[in-house]
């Protein structure tokens, strides 16, 4: 095996360095951390680490989710992995590589303080090579707003996990429709669905967090 396949390997199965304690099976070996580290000092080129063992991977990790062969934890593990990997090539990637296919500003909507869901999305969204601008829990139409301005072609994701809250998610898209922004909006959570989401004008609606990179990449033409 390469040393690309076993750093994909090692995402895949959230192994993220050797002094980690999951999964039982790879404690005390290396993990994505030291063998992404061995990749640069072999002079293998970041752009392949990345594409070909992070973002690869994550994809793997997915379509694992999808089709039931994991769940949360072990997607969670994995993304972690990830992004353990992605922040030691950081500093090497030549600036229009790192800036990836698009940005995507994240959020759980006013009076809604639930984040698992929202921040797997994000670490899937930055396994797939976007940008995200994470606001956090909490977050008011005014706040999703003024972050769309500094962000002029982001996609907004917003996440509900109450039945009361999620009705401020139209709150937001009527915000952008009377604003001057041209951006995208796709929603996600429990109890949101497709049709909710054409019923409030949304661009996109993602039922998991693997679907919500598909319906990103959708609306921006990726």
């Known amino acids: 095996m390469n040393l690309l396949n076993e750093i994909k390997n090692c995402v895949i199965k959230g192994h993220i360095n050797a002094q980690s304690r999951f999964p039982k099976d790879m404690i005390g070996k290396e993990g994505v951390e030291e063998l992404v580290s061995k990749a640069i000092d072999e002079n293998i080129s970041v752009d392949n680490i990345l594409n070909d063992a992070l973002i690869s991977s994550m994809s793997v990790v997915g379509n694992k989710y999808e089709n039931g062969e994991i769940f949360v934890p072990e997607m969670l593990f994995s993304a972690k992995a990830m992004k353990?990997?992605?922040?030691?090539?950081?500093?090497?990637?030549?600036?229009?590589?790192?800036?990836?296919i698009g940005t995507v500003i994240l959020g759980t909507v006013i009076g809604d303080m639930h984040d698992i869901g929202k921040n797997l999305v994000g670490m899937m969204l930055e396994g797939a090579g976007f940008e995200v601008i994470d606001l956090g829990v909490n977050v008011t139409k005014e706040k999703f707003i003024t972050t769309a301005e500094k962000y002029p072609n982001a996609i907004i994701g917003m996440s509900a996990l109450l039945t009361v809250t999620m009705r401020n998610m139209k709150d937001v898209?009527?915000?952008?429709?009377?604003?001057?922004?041209?951006?995208?909006?796709?929603?996600?959570?429990?109890?949101?669905?497709?049709?909710?989401?054409?019923?409030?004008?949304?661009?996109?609606?993602?039922?998991?967090?693997?679907?919500?990179?598909?319906?990103a990449k959708s609306v921006i033409g990726k």
């Open 173 to 215: 898209i009527e915000a952008v429709k009377a604003s001057d922004l041209n951006t995208k909006v796709i929603i996600g959570g429990a109890p949101v669905s497709e049709t909710f989401a054409n019923e409030i004008g949304a661009d996109g609606y993602a039922l998991n967090a693997n679907q919500a990179v598909r319906v």
């Open 84 to 100: 353990s990997g992605l922040a030691i090539i950081k500093p090497y990637l030549q600036k229009n590589t790192l800036q990836g």
